[in-house]
């Protein structure tokens, strides 16, 4: 069993020097107004076109879609499969979320996304999760990310993460790889 300890932990805003909380999604209060903000920053611009778009065609991601979310998370935490965290402002109020997708520790795919309103926020709880999982026994990350996504790889690189190389030329992603070593 995973086991991921020093959480919650302390995220500062790059940007601005804010302070956030990366906590597991788990522990947060499913309450409608943390749904409603999960479902706000997943309707923000950004974050539904490289996302959403093709899950949603209709153009909205929908309040179910967040309750699903936080259940699928919930899941996770329990049976040891997913782990999902959330950075909370000083209200405790989701701005951001960073996931590691399995549990397979020679090499997990990590995800996230964030507000644009925290913008700086990222990096730091990218940098977080990854020490965390590295705690909890992950060896290597890796990320896959739209070509286009020129945000996204910049916060992969200031994370420790390299581009693949090797990686099928062709894709419309690029895979990001990270090992213990270049992150810590
Ligand atoms: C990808 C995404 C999370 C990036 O958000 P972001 O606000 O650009 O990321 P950060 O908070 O890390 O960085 C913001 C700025 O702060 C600065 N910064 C943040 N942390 C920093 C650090 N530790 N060191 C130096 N600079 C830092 C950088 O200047 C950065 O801007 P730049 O990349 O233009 O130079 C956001 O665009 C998003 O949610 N996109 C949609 C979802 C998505 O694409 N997810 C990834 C799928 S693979």
């Given at each position: 069993m995973i086991v991921f300890r020093n959480h919650p932990c302390e995220v500062i805003n790059?940007?601005?020097g804010d302070r956030y909380t990366l906590e597991s999604?788990?522990?947060?209060?499913?309450s409608q107004i943390q749904v409603e903000r999960i479902t706000s920053i997943c309707n923000e611009p950004a974050v539904f076109s490289m996302l959403f778009s093709e899950m949603f065609p209709e153009g909205r991601y929908p309040e179910s879609a967040a309750r699903e979310f936080l259940n699928w998370v919930t899941d996770g935490w329990q049976q040891g499969t997913h782990f999902v965290f959330a950075t909370l402002d000083s209200d405790g109020l989701v701005v951001s979320t960073c996931d590691?997708?399995?549990?397979?520790?020679?090499e997990a795919e990590i995800g996230y996304l964030c507000s644009s309103a925290h913008s700086g926020v990222m990096t730091n709880s990218v940098k977080a999760m990854t020490g965390l999982g590295i705690k909890a026994g992950f060896e290597n990350f890796f990320a896959l990310v739209r070509v286009d996504n020129i945000a996204s790889q910049r916060v992969l690189e200031r994370v420790g993460f390299h581009r693949d190389?090797?990686?099928?030329?062709?894709?419309?992603r690029f895979r990001y790889m990270a090992t213990r070593k270049s992150i810590l």
């Open positions: 790059h940007l601005n999604v788990a522990d947060i209060d499913p590691i997708k399995s549990d397979n520790i020679e190389e090797e990686f099928p030329q062709g894709s419309n």
